[in-house]
């Protein structure tokens, strides 16, 4: 065993707990014997000298109405070209050129998330039938390519359907996480310019009905505060052909889409062959700043690099029964519930609720019925079902594959995972990756390298990672140091752009470490992922966490300052700070530091103002674990807020580093207390 390795404080930002290196496991040879990819060509094939040509193995999964001239153009960096001249499209990929051979077989199982309802089954065939119906609802609305359209939806079976329609006709759409406020949706509605919102009645969380159609009337009127006009709000309803919310229908402005697809019934739509590097999707992500990022996704390089990394990493065959328990309103659910998977004929399960409702066994009721062989969650999801003492010894069901995503994951944990719910008999794939990278980056292939707990696993084919330092000097694999992970190279899955703002994505991503800003050469411009890691000498990766303001909550990336500037909504607030705490569970959670106002006297009231608000402008998932009423914030001389002494005394780190540069150093030993004494409280 190796000692542990040196903790990184390349910013303020606290980053994740430190362990051992672990030993290898290997996969077991009933994996192997199935596996797509069991033989180590692969590795010489998406070497560095076959790049980019390689890439072509991912595009010729795909159907394509016309062949591309150019595999990658670097004319204008960072806003690499994929398969420029190549035509196609990415709902004939995921669906009509299923139906010769699979139009029988399901494309989506639905499961309800009460249990006494049945799942809805959805075949290829069908998919195609609804897919074109309200394609040809949209295009009467006069939707158009090109054009954007928001979602505010569920895990529900009309979230694909619809998404999939939208690829058709080329328009672009922009899914909000269900979970978000509607206040957070308009913002996103106001960045993507949308004059239409598509939501549901309601669903079902935690037992609990839901009433979703109330977050559109908010979202509609906090956009129109912003000065901008949603025209037109479509409704699918949770119970086909009902109406079950409380908030009235707004004459004019929203339509039930069962009423209107009833004109549309067995209509078909020509697809639109469009551009590889048109847009597919935008999906919005936390930065840095408080305004959230729209990333742009590519129709042919984003399709192809998903389509092939669910073949080869998650290993799906179309026999294959497959769940991903992410939820579709995150990038792990659009590239591998929807695009990945259907590219690849796969049957894609989606469940509507929550893993342990209503009990911790109840994704092992579901993956026996199904008969679910490859299965894909968060730690987050892991560690509350072990917490809650789940019993898949008791199922029958079999995994082949499993898969952790969004977080890292204690080697504890993992073999948790391993033993009780793969039953030993599964390979695990830790996959790292983000939003703005579309697909995976880092992880093992499954049929041919060993896992290695806690570990993501070396580039996938085709990905050259490096970590560098601060200098941006490339730390030398096995030397235990950690730094900014980056991959040397483009891939198709990357983002195009960030909507409507394209200088941010240079900012962010490829400016601290780009050679020469005026080559044209990929190799000047490592793309800077905001992750600290190190790498074994074996070449496996180790994620430590967010290097930026950016904090991991149950695997959801939540903006600092978007935190903080909800709280700054309380009348009663003078100054925010929001720190990442060390969770059992969840990873970490938000601890929100605030100052009053002068003249306001700190109160239990004022505490519940701030978690309300900021519950109500992004959503509950970013409610603060605790919030501390401090009499002044650690500063700096220029003012600036210590975030970082913020984070130690929240996860009761002893050494607090140099306080005497501050200019009120006595504050720290003053919010030190009032954290502890609440502690016992
Ligand atoms: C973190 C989710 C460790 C990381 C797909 C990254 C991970 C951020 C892993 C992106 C992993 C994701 N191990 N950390 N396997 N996967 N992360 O955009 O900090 O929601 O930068 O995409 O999650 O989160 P996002």
């Known amino acids: 065993m190796k000692q542990p390795p040196k903790e990184v404080t390349v910013t303020e930002a606290e980053v994740a707990a430190h362990w051992v290196e672990e030993e290898y496991v290997y996969p077991p040879e009933e994996f192997i014997r199935q596996a797509n990819v069991k033989d180590k060509s692969i590795l010489e094939r998406f070497k560095e000298e076959n790049f980019p040509e390689c890439f072509h193995e991912y595009a010729n999964m795909l159907t394509w109405d016309r062949y591309w001239h150019t595999t990658l153009d670097t004319s204008n960096p960072p806003f690499w070209k994929w398969f ?9 990929n995921c669906v009509d050129r299923h139906l010769e051979e699979y139009k029988n077989k399901a494309a989506i199982i639905w499961v309800p998330e009460p249990e006494e309802e049945p799942d809805r089954v959805i075949t290829y065939q069908e998919l195609y039938v609804r897919v074109n119906e309200f394609a040809s609802l949209l295009q009467e609305l006069g939707l158009k390519t090109g054009d954007t359209i928001t979602f505010h939806l569920p895990m529900v079976p009309e979230l694909p359907v619809s998404m999939l329609a939208c690829a058709r006709l080329g328009i672009i759409h922009s899914e909000v996480f269900g979970g978000f406020s509607g206040q957070a949706c308009a913002d996103r509605i106001v960045d993507a310019g949308s004059k239409i919102l598509v939501t549901i009645d309601g669903y079902y969380r935690g037992g609990k009905w839901i009433d979703h159609k109330a977050n559109a009337d908010i979202a509609v009127e906090a956009a129109a505060k912003q000065g901008h006009k949603v025209e037109k709000v479509l409704i699918w309803s949770r119970y086909p052909g009902q109406y079950k919310s409380q908030s009235k229908l707004v004459e004019g402005r929203d339509f039930l889409i069962d009423e209107l697809l009833k004109n549309h019934k067995g209509k078909r739509v020509p697809y639109v062959p469009m551009p590889a ?22 129709i042919g390089g984003y399709l192809a690099y998903v389509a092939g990394t669910s073949k080869y990493i998650q290993d799906i065959h179309p026999e294959d029964v497959y769940w991903c328990m992410a939820d579709i309103g995150w990038i792990t659910g659009h590239s591998y519930i929807v695009y990945g998977p259907l590219a690849i004929a796969a049957t894609s399960v989606i469940y509507e609720g929550v893993p342990i409702y209503p009990d911790a066994d109840r994704p092992w009721r579901i993956a026996e019925r199904l008969g679910v062989n490859i299965f894909h969650t968060a730690p987050t999801a892991i560690r509350m079902l072990r917490r809650a003492n789940t019993n898949p010894a008791k199922y029958s069901f079999l995994f082949k594959h499993m898969t952790t995503v969004g977080e890292p994951i204690e080697p504890e944990v993992w073999r948790w995972y391993y033993k009780v719910i793969g039953k030993g008999k599964a390979v695990i794939v830790d996959t790292w990756w983000q939003t703005e990278t579309g697909g995976f980056l880092c992880s093992t292939i499954p049929g041919i390298m060993p896992m290695k707990p806690g570990s993501a696993g070396p580039g996938v084919p085709g990905i050259y990672p490096v970590i560098f330092d601060e200098e941006g000097k490339p730390i030398e694999a096995g030397s235990g140091k950690a730094g900014y992970i980056c991959i040397r190279n483009p891939w198709p899955g ?8 394209p200088e941010r994505m240079v900012k962010i991503y490829y400016e601290r470490f780009c050679k020469d800003k005026n080559s044209k050469d990929w190799r000047d411009w490592p793309y800077m992922a905001g992750d600290a890691a190190l790498q074994a000498k074996d070449g496996y990766f180790r994620i430590l966490g967010r290097i930026d303001d950016v904090i991991n909550v149950a695997g959801h990336r939540l903006g600092t300052k978007e935190i903080e500037s909800a709280a700054l909504t309380v009348e009663e607030i003078a100054e925010a700070a929001v720190v990442p705490k060390n969770d059992e569970l969840k990873g970490h959670v938000p601890d929100l530091y605030v100052s009053l106002k002068p003249d306001y006297i700190p109160s239990k009231e004022i505490e519940e103002k701030v978690k309300k608000a900021i519950s109500t402008i992004i959503g509950p998932i970013a409610r603060p674990a605790n919030v501390y009423i401090v009499p002044d914030m650690p500063k700096t001389r220029s003012g600036k807020i ?3 002494i913020l984070a130690c005394i929240s996860n009761r780190r002893q050494d607090l580093g140099d306080v005497t540069t501050l200019v009120n150093p006595a504050v720290v030993e003053e919010i030190k207390e009032l954290v502890q004494g609440k502690e016992e409280v």
């Open 84 to 92: 420029v001249g190549g035509k196609l499209n990415a709902s004939y």
């Open 277 to 298: 590097e048109a847009p597919l999707f935008i999906m919005y992500t936390s930065g840095s700043t408080g305004k959230p990022k729209g990333c742009v996704h590519s």
């Open 494 to 501: 990357r983002m195009l752009t960030i909507w409507g703002d």
């Open 642 to 644: 210590m975030r970082r």
